[in-house]
Structures are given as C-alpha cells and as structure tokens.
C-alpha cells in the first residue's frame, strides 16, 4: 500500500463529520506511527545512534539553536 492509500484508508475509517482537527491529529498520529517504524527498521540495519553518543548530540543541537535564537535561555 503506498503512503496516500494508506492516508486515505485512515480517513475513510473516521466518522463522517470530523472535523478538520480530528483529521490533522490522526495524520499526525500516522506521521508518528510512520516515524517510529523508520527509526525501528534503522536500528536492525545497524544504522541507530548508540545511547552514550545522545546527550553529546543533544548538547550540540541545543548550543546550534542558541547561537541561531531558536531556544529559549
């Protein structure tokens, strides 16, 4: 099943009436559903992060934002 089978599939399984943010959350539920598997199917190819190199990653991400004012102090 492609990605937009797989959406419409989704929205098709909803009530009739839903509104329009009932649809983004459900979409974002699949996003996140979608985002877990590729990181899941990453990890058994041997190419996931290991748990010690995290915080180091983190603490670069976070000073990146810093510097570009993306986070707050």
């Given amino acids: 099943m492609n990605n937009r089978d797989f959406v419409l599939k989704a929205v098709k399984r ?5 509104s ?4 983004l959350r459900e979409l974002d539920e699949l996003l996140l559903a979608e985002s877990i598997q ?12 290991p748990a010690e190199e995290v915080p180091k990653l983190l603490k670069g991400w ?12």
Avoid: S, Y
């Avoid at 909803?14 to 839903?18: I, K, S």
């Avoid at 329009?20 to 649809?23: A, G, L």
């Avoid at 590729?38 to 992060?49: H, T, W, Y």
């Fill in 20 to 23: 329009f943010q009932e649809i």
């Fill in 14 to 18: 909803m009530r009739a009436n839903a």
């Fill in 38 to 49: 590729r990181g899941l199917n990453q990890i058994k190819q041997g190419k996931g992060i």
């Fill in 62 to 73: 976070i000073r990146e934002a810093k510097r570009k004012k993306c986070v707050r102090k």
